[in-house]
């Protein structure tokens, strides 16, 4: 049957006008990382740790930022190769939920290319183990092959201090956090924002996942713009951020914390963060937990160290999180002992995971669940609806490390 031209051009103009109207359907994409502990050094691990949580606490003040945000620990880093410039020039870049800024040139120095625009802004950002300072460029940045951002703001560093064997930092953290980084600007959209103002991806939700650290080097996986059903087991439960400052202007959350039948933390607020290494608790709390445990404090490492003993009578650890109660079973709450050397401890010691904080409860601040609490769970930071998520993996029950 022949249909005339006319006939013919209209169909075409419904046919294209049906497909136009119709949305892409973009799946989440995933950024893989590396997970590296490099605690060895002047300070240990809980030391650095308590630095960083104090630059977390003092960077805001009366519940405004001051342009200083959360220390990067160099514990534990979480690095991925970014691409900047067209063609991308690629970056080891350092991955923190506890920042915001996204910034190259601490070692290998940003190469200008045809996509590179200079804004004549100054951005500088304090850290609580180094800072940095220098020029905004607007750039491509490519974090994979389908994870690709046209206009980036940059910080360009002409002076960095306290960053070693890495480029500088992709910042996930809330886009809050680059309030008075930045001259002449508010805040900058953070990498995951301006995925999502793209449409590259539909959620501004981010999904992170963690490998058990049974070696020096373990991976990990971001997924911008959902989550990855592979990566946790059950369903995920949403927290809503906490009302309570300064736990708020982070990923913070409401949580109570019991050891066996003994409460450790009353119900309070505080922070889920990647970039601190332990598990911290309030100092009133954590000696309740150090009484309950036995253990003795150990110079070298900064960790509670306990017996074989008494970690055969360890009891789990119960994180009460919006109705749903998290376990930290008694081999989630040590150092895996494979890495006891990386941390300047004994190879034959056993050490506890759960560290003090440096503050009594009641701060608006009594806790950081950081990467040991957070390797045995899927986490997801959802910018769009103002929480968190949590759920079970295949590895929050494993019984050796």
Do not use: C
Not at 13 to 25: D, E, G
Not at 231 to 257: H, L, M, R, V
Not at 301 to 307: A, D, M, V, W
Not at 353 to 359: K, Y
């Amino acid at each position: 049957m022949m249909f005339p031209s006319s006939a013919l051009l209209s169909l075409l103009l419904v046919a294209v006008s049906i497909v136009s109207a119709t949305p892409v359907r973009r799946e989440p994409a995933t950024l893989s990382f590396v997970a590296k502990v490099n605690a060895s050094g002047t300070s240990n691990l809980a030391e650095i740790d308590r630095a960083r949580a104090q630059s977390l606490l003092q960077s805001v003040t009366k519940g405004k930022r001051d342009g200083t945000v959360s220390a990067t620990t160099d514990g534990v880093s979480y690095t991925a190769s970014i691409g900047v410039g067209t063609p991308p020039t690629q970056y080891t870049l350092l991955i923190d939920t506890g920042s915001s800024n996204t910034w190259v040139g601490a070692a290998a120095k940003y190469t200008p290319t045809s996509s590179s625009k200079d804004t004549g802004n100054t951005v500088s950002v304090s850290y609580g183990s180094g800072s940095f300072s220098g020029k905004e460029y607007i750039d491509t940045v490519t974090l994979s092959s389908s994870l690709v951002i046209k206009s980036q703001s940059i910080g360009v560093a002409t002076n960095a201090t306290g960053f070693s064997g890495v480029d500088g930092i992709l910042g996930v953290g809330p886009v809050d956090l680059t309030s008075g980084t930045v001259s002449n600007t508010d805040t900058v959209p953070t990498v995951t924002d301006n995925l999502f103002s793209a449409g590259t991806i539909t959620s501004d939700v981010l999904g992170i996942f963690f490998s058990p650290a049974a070696a020096s080097d373990s991976t990990g996986e971001l997924t911008f713009g959902g989550t990855d059903s592979s990566k946790y087991t059950g369903s995920i439960n949403y927290i809503p951020i906490t009302s309570t400052s300064p736990a708020s202007e982070y990923w913070g959350i409401d949580q109570s914390i019991t050891y066996g039948s003994t409460s450790i933390l009353s119900s309070t607020s505080g922070i889920v963060d990647t970039g601190t290494t332990l598990t911290l608790i309030a100092s009133d709390a954590f000696s309740t937990y150090q009484t309950a445990t036995g253990g003795v404090m150990d110079n070298a490492t900064g960790l509670l160290k306990i017996t074989s003993a008494q970690y055969s009578a360890l009891k789990p650890l119960d994180f009460n999180i919006g109705g749903n109660t998290y376990t930290l079973s008694p081999n989630a709450q040590i150092w895996p002992r494979s890495l006891n050397s990386d941390i300047g401890g004994d190879s034959s010691s056993i050490y506890l995971i759960v560290s003090n904080l440096g503050t009594k409860s009641g701060g608006g601040l009594d806790f950081i669940n950081g990467y040991t609490f957070l390797q045995r769970f899927y986490s997801v930071f959802d910018t769009g609806n103002s929480r968190v998520g949590l759920a079970t993996t295949s590895h929050t029950n494993d019984s050796s490390n």
